[in-house]
T-cell receptor, first 113, second 114 residues
Framework: DAGITQSPRYKITETGRQVTLMCHQTWSHSYMFWYRQDLGHGLRLIYYSAAADITDKGEVPDGYVVSRSKTENFPLTLESATRSQTSVYFC????????????FGPGTRLTVT | AQTVTQSQPEMSVQEAETVTLSCTYDTSESDYYLFWYKQPPSRQMILVIRQEAYKQQNATENRFSVNFQKAAKSFSLKISDSQLGDAAMYFCASYGGSQGNLIFGKGTKLSVKP
C-alpha cells in the first residue's frame, strides 16, 4: 500500500539508551519531516530533509540525529534518551513545494522511563 | 517567526448543530497556506481543509468550511451538522516558512454530544 509507515508504533525504553524510529514512504517525495507532539504544544518540527543526504534542524533538534541515505527512508535517532523525549513522534512528507499538504505517518508513541 | 494560536483548548457541540473553532496566525510571508487537521483517537493526522492566502473565496469541503479574514489574520473552521465522528483534536496550521514545514497551533479538543 502506498503511504507513510512508521515503526515501531509503540516503544518503551530506559533513560540513556539509544533509540531509532523508522519512517518509510512509498511515493519518493523529496521532502520529509519529523515532528513531536506534546500536550499543550501541538506539533513541533525536530528535523527535516529536502532530499537524500540533505537534512537540517527544526525547532527542537537537541538530542536527536537524522540521516537520509535513501529518498524513501528517514530514520530519527535519540542518541541517549531522556524522559523529556517521551512523546508521540510523527513523520510527514509532501511533494516538493508544489503540494503544500503534508501527509503524516501513523505516529510512534515513545515512553522513556 | 510564524505563530499559530488556538485560543479554545476544548469545545463541545450537540450532534447536528454547528460549531466554530478559532485560529489566528502571524506571518510575514506574502504567499502562504493555511490548514485544518483532524486527529481522532487513532492518532492519525487527517487533512480537513486548506486555504491559499491569495484566494479571497473561503474554502469549503462538504460540512467543513472556513472563515478566512486575511487582514485580521484569522482562520476559523466551521463544522455544520456535527456528527459523532467529528469528535477529535483539531489543529490549525500554517505553511510558508523557508523550511517547508507546517507551524501548528496547540489544538482544540472537540466533543460531540449525542
Amino acid at each position: 500500500d502506498a503511504g507513510i509507515t512508521q515503526s515501531p508504533r509503540y516503544k518503551i525504553t530506559e533513560t540513556g539508551r539509544q533509540v531509532t524510529l523508522m519512517c518509510h514512504q512509498t511515493w519518493s517525495h523529496s521532502y520529509m519531516f519529523w515532528y513531536r507532539q506534546d500536550l499543550g504544544h501541538g506539533l513541533r518540527l525536530i528535523y527535516y530533509s529536502a532530499a537524500a543526504d540533505i537534512t537540517d534542524k527544526g525547532e527542537v533538534p537537541d538530542g536527536y540525529v537524522v540521516s537520509r541515505s535513501k529518498t524513501e527512508n528517514f530514520p530519527l535517532t535519540l542518541e541517549s534518551a531522556t524522559r523529556s523525549q517521551t512523546s508521540v513522534y510523527f513523520c510527514a512528507t509532501h511533494l516538493d513545494r508544489a503540494n503544500y499538504e503534508q501527509y503524516f505517518g501513523p505516529g510512534t508513541r515513545l515512553t522513556v522511563t | 517567526a510564524q505563530t499559530v494560536t488556538q485560543s479554545q483548548p476544548e469545545m463541545s457541540v450537540q450532534e447536528a448543530e454547528t460549531v466554530t473553532l478559532s485560529c489566528t496566525y502571524d506571518t510575514s510571508e506574502s504567499d502562504y497556506y493555511l490548514f485544518w487537521y483532524k486527529q481522532p483517537p487513532s492518532r492519525q493526522m487527517i487533512l480537513v481543509i486548506r486555504q491559499e492566502a491569495y484566494k479571497q473565496q473561503n474554502a469549503t469541503e462538504n460540512r467543513f468550511s472556513v472563515n478566512f479574514q486575511k487582514a485580521a489574520k484569522s482562520f476559523s473552521l466551521k463544522i455544520s451538522d456535527s456528527q459523532l465522528g467529528d469528535a477529535a483534536m483539531y489543529f490549525c496550521a500554517s505553511y510558508g516558512g523557508s523550511q517547508g514545514n507546517l507551524i501548528f497551533g496547540k489544538g482544540t479538543k472537540l466533543s460531540v454530544k449525542p
